[in-house]
Nanobody, 123 residues
Framework: QVHLVESGGGLVQPGGSLRLSCAASGSIKSINSMGWYSQAPGKHRELVAFFTGGIAKYADSVKGRFTISTDIPKNMVYLQMSSLKPEDTADYYC??????????????????WGQGTQVTVSS
């Protein structure tokens, strides 16, 4: 089993910054990709930023304001959020696609989600 734990959310004024962190732990052989999704009240979960194969991809709404980074040896992913806007207010979820060995020694890939961390941008 693999667990993802986010931290770093909170209340910030418009124009401010926050840094989200996500730590993956458990039965990890390797991580294929990690990323961040957001879900505002009453809306679907949406991609914010994604890192795979050394390439970072961003939603158009956050390009130039958010930066995703990873620390592979520590199984960590970060989201540096700057120039925050009220419309960035949402729960932010960490995502990872992880390869693990099952009880038969076979390598299996599965997607995992964190429990979410709340980001509120308001004056």
């Amino acid at each position: 089993q693999v667990h993802l734990v986010e931290s770093g959310g909170g209340l910030v004024q418009p124009g401010g910054s926050l840094r989200l962190s996500c730590a993956a732990s458990g039965s990890i052989k390797s991580i294929n990709s990690m990323g961040w999704y957001s879900q505002a009240p009453g809306k679907h979960r949406e991609l914010v930023a994604f890192f795979t194969g050394g390439i970072a991809k961003y939603a158009d709404s956050v390009k130039g304001r958010f930066t995703i980074s990873t620390d592979i040896p520590k199984n960590m992913v970060y989201l540096q959020m700057s120039s925050l806007k009220p419309e960035d207010t949402a729960d932010y979820y960490c995502y990872a696609f992880v390869y693990s060995e099952d009880q038969f020694g076979e390598t299996r890939g599965n997607a995992y989600w964190g429990q979410g961390t709340q980001v509120t941008v308001s004056s």
